[in-house]
């Protein structure tokens, strides 16, 4: 089993910058990832990253906007989010799974709680 936990939300304004971070713990040898959504929407894929950190994955829309990285001796990942647009709006949640490219494809197995970005106009 792994628990994640999400922080960073928060209010920010068009253009800004956020880092979300989420702490795993249990076994915590998995792919991690960020899945959002936004008030009346389905749930999108936002970024994913393998254990070792050497393969990335992004959606085309926060494509050179946001970074995904982790760091394993804290068992921590990150999501640093620049040039943010009021459309990013939604809650973003910390997943983990077998593999990068699987969280990409939805295959997830564990959630977070889920932490509120708000970007106003």
């Known amino acids: 089993q792994v628990q994640l936990v999400e922080s960073g939300g928060g209010l920010v304004q068009a253009g800004g910058s956020l880092r979300l971070s989420c702490a795993a713990s249990?076994?915590?040898?998995?792919?991690m990832g960020w899945i959002r959504q936004a008030p009346g929407k389905e749930r999108e894929f936002v970024a994913a990253?393998?254990?070792?950190?050497?393969?990335?994955y992004y959606a085309d829309a926060v494509k050179d906007r946001f970074t995904i990285s982790r760091d394993n001796a804290k068992n921590t990942v990150y999501l640093q989010m620049n040039s943010l647009k009021p459309e990013d709006t939604a809650v973003y949640y910390c997943?983990?799974?077998?593999?990068?490219?699987?969280?990409?494809?939805?295959?997830?197995?564990?959630w977070g709680q889920g932490t509120q970005v708000t970007v106003s106009s």
């Open positions: 997943v983990g799974g077998t593999a990068a490219w699987g969280l990409k494809e939805n295959r997830v197995d564990y």
């Open positions: 249990g076994r915590t040898s998995t792919a």
């Open positions: 990253i393998s254990w070792s950190g050497g393969t990335t």
